[in-house]
């Protein structure tokens, strides 16, 4: 038995554009908005979709740059709250499971930006204004590719709006829970601002109990980097069972948006 994970219930498992992506993204866009108070009045999902669109329909989709996203990024208007911020490297489910229940910190897909895109992909083509949705090229056919210049793209921002106290939840399960080449660890980390980041709250997941994945070599890598940026942290390692028991009963004590 195949047991597909599949975000938000999108059924994407074309190689083209997802069906029906505009519908799709405009519903988020408004159901986020009605759903998240103190959402600034200026957005306006319409206007947020053609910035969307425009930024690489009409393009070669392996020449879609991350910059082609900076006028759409504009559009989207959201006060990302200090100390809220949480980043992650091949923890996917169990960081956004997390900040689900307990609503300690936020990822970047749970802003408006990331949720609208959130499992999604699309590309256009060179000579048309169509959507393409036959066939996009995958996160590593070509580096300049529209869904990843957009991520990279977001994930730039999100960056740049942390301030206070950060955490980022790595995956201890792994040879290099630090990763250089991940967009946490070459695009996100070379934005931390550390005029406005006072603390990094490094936590590393481990499924084994001998918890000392904050020594290996890859913890090491991003301590000097952290420590060459002038950003203060500290490093811990985590059982995995702790955060899953977290997830399960938010209220209980275990949970104290994990310290
Ligand atoms: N193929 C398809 N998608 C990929 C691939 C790939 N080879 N690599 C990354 N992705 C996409 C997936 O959507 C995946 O869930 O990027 C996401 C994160 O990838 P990871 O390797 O787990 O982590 P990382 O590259 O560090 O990115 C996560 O970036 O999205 C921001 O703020 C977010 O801190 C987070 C970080």
Known sequence: VVVMYVKYGVDDDTKGTTKNLK??????????IRAVSQMPSSNNCDAIWEGFQNSFLGKDPCKVHVEDYDQFITTVQQDIPCNKSLFWSKTGQIAHDFTKAT?????????????????????????????????????????????????????????????????VMLNGSIDSPFNKQSIF???????????????????????????????????Q???????????????????????????????????????
């Open 185 to 219: 660890g070459s695009v996100e980390i070379k934005k931390f601002d550390p005029e406005k980041i006072s603390y990094v709250s490094i936590r590393v997941i481990d499924s084994l109990q001998d918890r000392t994945s904050c020594n290996s070599i890859s913890l």
């Open 23 to 32: 519908t799709i993204v405009i519903e988020r866009c408004m159901e986020y």
């Open 103 to 167: 609503k300690c910190f936020m990822t970047l897909e749970d802003t408006l930006l990331g949720h609208m895109m959130d499992g999604l992909k699309w590309c256009g083509q060179q000579h048309s204004k169509e959507f393409n949705y036959t066939s996009c090229p995958g996160w590593n056919e070509c580096e300049f590719n529209p869904v990843r210049s957009f991520w990279r793209r977001a994930s730039a921002h999100f960056a740049e709006l942390a301030c206070g106290n950060v955490m």
């Open 221 to 259: 890598d991003l301590g000097r980097i952290l420590n060459n940026s002038r950003l203060d942290f500290d490093c811990k390692d985590i059982d995995k069972s702790e955060i899953l028991q977290c997830i399960n009963d938010p209220i209980s004590q275990s949970c104290d948006c994990v310290n």
